[in-house]
């Protein structure tokens, strides 16, 4: 690779390593694995840096890449089994509820099924289109739809009363 191309590839990841990283955390729930998933995307990015056309694509590359290989890995292991925390009952106030309610929307998110949670990741939390979203998934819009509606009832359903989704999508969340 000529060394203006590496250099316009290290800016790529420079400007934008932050952002790919807190997608890839809400997809696998895990930062070491986030950065795993991170790092092998932007390997397959470099690979292909030659061939994309103009570095705009490259970000949609990279997304896609994280969430195809996400969805690879989640295919290939079993990821039911996590050491957690066990949260308080009822906490302080503040912050602290904030922090609660955050940590339980998490584990709900890493309760779905891969292309559901890369769905929501990428629709409410990266605030792609429906048309982004489906393109970065190698899916039809009307797929987004389907497994986003999906998603958020299993949302709904696995926070109950803790948490109003509707409200949080509108406000956009605790996620960020």
Known sequence: MPARDRAAFAEFVAARSASLHRAAYLMVGDVGLAQDLVQEALTKTYVAWPRLR????????????????????????????????VLPEKADGGHADAVVVRHSLLAALAELPPRQRAVIVLRYYEDLSERQTAEALGCAVGTVKSQASAGLTRLRTLMGDELDIDDLIASGGVLA
């Open 54 to 85: 103009h570095v705009g694509a490259a970000e949609a590359y990279t997304r896609k890449a994280i969430t195809t290989t996400a969805i690879t890995w989640f295919r290939k292991r079993s990821w039911s089994e996590r050491a957690t925390e």
